[in-house]
């Protein structure tokens, strides 16, 4: 993972994860409402959340021999956060991009900022890739996902 999202994994692991404590960081800023929503539909209960730090960290990629397929982890950055990563799997032409695509729930409400989305488009259209693999959509040929995300490169 890349060195920034571990030092934040580094603070959220020594916080305390039980409904009391995430209601007070709600309140105090700390966390935001879609975040408690989305622990609140992925977790029983906050106190089975465990929170572990990276072993492997990088700054801008990492390339691992997965023994024939080389798997590549970039930092793209983009409209979701600054330190977004992605991995590509260019022998198989698949990009699995999670989140880095989304708007800035922390930073923006959501919002989408059309300078960032328009330098990961940028980014997409000269990687080689035949599927991107969103983390919470179904999987998309590169010409379109570069359609639906050069619609907001533009707002």
Known sequence: MSSATNEVLQRLKIWEWDEESVLNRLETKEEIEFTYNCMKEEYDTFDDIVVSTGSI????SLTLDLGGTICQMLKVGGPHEEDSCVVYLKEDGNLFAGDAHSGDYYHGEGKIDPI????Y???LKELSFTTYVPGHDA?????QIIQVLSRFCDM
């Open 116 to 119: 960032k989305m328009r330098a």
């Open 139 to 143: 999987p998309m040929s590169k010409e």
């Open 121 to 123: 488009v940028e980014f």
């Open 57 to 60: 960290m990088f700054e801008n």
